[in-house]
């Protein structure tokens, strides 16, 4: 099969690899739709995986096409999405069904061979069944749409708050979309491009701020009266954006970190002097993956594609096939290139 290998850092090949031997508990999945995720990007031009050569890819659904003898619950040609967490079950977060903390996982695309490939064999455990409604590239989306509702959740958000979304990317946007048809009062997307602070408009925002061009603080707190946000989530890992988030939230509001940054964050007199007397809660936001497995995030988002109109239609700003998967990563290397999601179509878009 075509797969995309990477080697070491900034070494990504397009080679012709063996299939996958699909074990008892698996089955083969032909990769209909795989998505560039922003934990790709470092993994494959900085840090690496954890073993290596690999097949990255963690975003992903597809068609079966052959099944493990131990097979019972999923049939040839049904359409899955795959949750690429494989928890150990066993350690004290397991035991607890927060799986986001399993200590001892492994992982699609990080520490097993993913999904930027024709074909990846996949454990039963980790299959969602896709409704016919609800399109591959659609459903390749999940993940960060579960990642967004995670981080929703976490902030204990209820229909009638006020979010702020700090960072537009794909999660993002998943997450103003989310809000929105979720019944939030108000929606406001901060981003630094105005290609982006678009696609939030699309999306559901009903306020956006480019934060290059006014003082964001001020501009959150405009649009809600002088009140601030009830939620206020960073999405970008930016330290300067992190420590806004404080000053944009309201009296007894939420500010959650998702966004990863690898840097320490130093915080003002202001802002800590807000954070304790507006009693605000601070709270980190990690992956998506609850009891029973994969959790609610997942069921929830699956259910907002093909119940609510929830879509990734705005959100993909790139369609290309596998043989792409190099030329992307060096022009994101180079800086300064435009996107968003980014969807690979190993099979032809479909």
């Known amino acids: 099969m075509k797969a995309v290998c990477m080697y070491k850092p900034g070494d990504l090949r397009v080679e012709e690899v063996d299939l996958p031997v699909v074990q008892a508990d698996e089955v083969m999945v032909k990769v209909r739709a795989v998505g560039l995720c922003g934990s790709d990007i470092p993994r494959a031009l900085v840090y690496g995986a954890h073993v290596s050569p690999i097949i990255i890819g963690h975003e992903f659904s597809g068609e079966i096409t052959e099944l493990g ?23 004290e977060w397991c035991q607890k069904g927060i799986y986001s903390l399993c200590e001892h996982y492994d992982y699609y695309g990080s520490r097993r061979n993913g999904a ?3 074909y990846v064999a996949v454990k039963e455990g980790n299959l969602l069944k896709v409704p016919d409604n609800v399109s591959y590239e659609d459903a390749a989306t999940i993940d960060p749409c579960a990642n967004a509702y995670h981080g929703l959740t976490r902030a204990n ?21 989310y809000a929105k048809l979720a019944g939030a009062s108000q929606v406001i997307a901060v981003d630094v491009w105005d290609e982006k602070l678009v696609i939030a408009k699309k999306v559901g925002a009903d306020v956006t701020i480019n934060s290059l061009k006014e003082d964001a603080v001020e501009a959150v707190k405009k649009a809600t009266n002088g009140k601030g946000a009830n939620i206020v989530i960073d999405f970008s890992g930016v330290p300067m954006a992190q420590k806004q988030c404080l000053l944009m ?27 304790m007397r507006s009693q605000l809660s601070l709270i980190g936001s990690w992956n998506s993956f609850t009891k029973p497995y994969p959790g609610e995030d997942w069921t929830e988002s699956l259910k907002m594609f093909a119940e609510k109109g929830m879509t990734a239609k705005d959100i993909i700003s790139h ?11 060096a022009e994101i290397a180079k800086g300064g290139y435009f996107y968003n999601k980014i969807m690979f179509y190993p099979w032809g878009e479909n």
Do not use: W
Request: glycine residues 10%.
């Open 157 to 177: 958000f209820q229909a009638g708050d006020s979010v702020c979304v700090v960072g537009t990317g794909p999660i993002g946007l998943f997450a103003a979309q």
């Open 249 to 275: 939230a309201s009296k007894m509001g939420r500010v959650v970190y998702l966004g990863i940054s690898h840097k320490g964050l130093e915080l003002s007199e202001k802002e800590l002097d807000t954070l």
């Open 69 to 91: 003898a131990q097979i019972k619950n999923f049939k040839v040609g049904d359409r899955v999405v795959v949750p690429p967490l494989i928890p150990c079950f066993e350690c």
């Open 116 to 118: 930027l490939a024709e």
């Open 319 to 329: 369609r290309l096939p596998l043989d792409e998967v190099p030329n992307v990563f």
